[in-house]
Nanobody
Framework: EVQLVESGGGLVQPGGSLRLSCAAS????????MSWVRQAPGKGLEWVSG????????YYPDSVKGRFTISRDNAKNTLYLQMNNLKTEDTAVYYC??????????RGQGTQVTVSS
């Protein structure tokens, strides 16, 4: 059974940083494309990052490009999202997911990120 467990969210001030982690089980993350998606209150899902199976390609929308970095540790079977220079508009529930699009599924239970002064 595929399981994804996110952690690392929290409350941070604008300009701060967080690193999200996604511990995977039931499969190996380097055998699949992986993504981070987020959902802000009252809004739909937004694809914020993706990494291909090979690791050679990554995706970032303009809204996070230059601030977010996706990576993975194959030995730990864990996916990461380093988020720097956070903005209030980054406030959302962040999910890791299997796949390379906003429709990536399955997803974990999510971790809340709140950016506020």
């Amino acid at each position: 059974e595929v399981q994804l467990v996110e952690s690392g969210g929290g409350l941070v001030q604008p300009g701060g940083s967080l690193r999200l982690s996604c511990a995977a089980s039931g499969f190996t993350i380097n055998s699949a494309h992986m993504s981070w998606v987020r959902q802000a209150p009252g809004k739909g899902l937004e694809w914020v990052s993706g990494i291909t199976r090979s690791g050679r390609s990554t995706y970032y929308p303009d809204s996070v490009k230059g601030r977010f970095t996706i990576s993975r540790d194959n030995a730990k079977n864990t996916l990461y999202l380093q988020m720097n220079n956070l903005k209030t508009e980054d406030t959302a529930v962040y999910y890791c997911a299997v796949g390379y699009s906003v429709e990536a599924f399955p997803r974990g239970q999510g971790t809340q990120v709140t950016v506020s002064s």
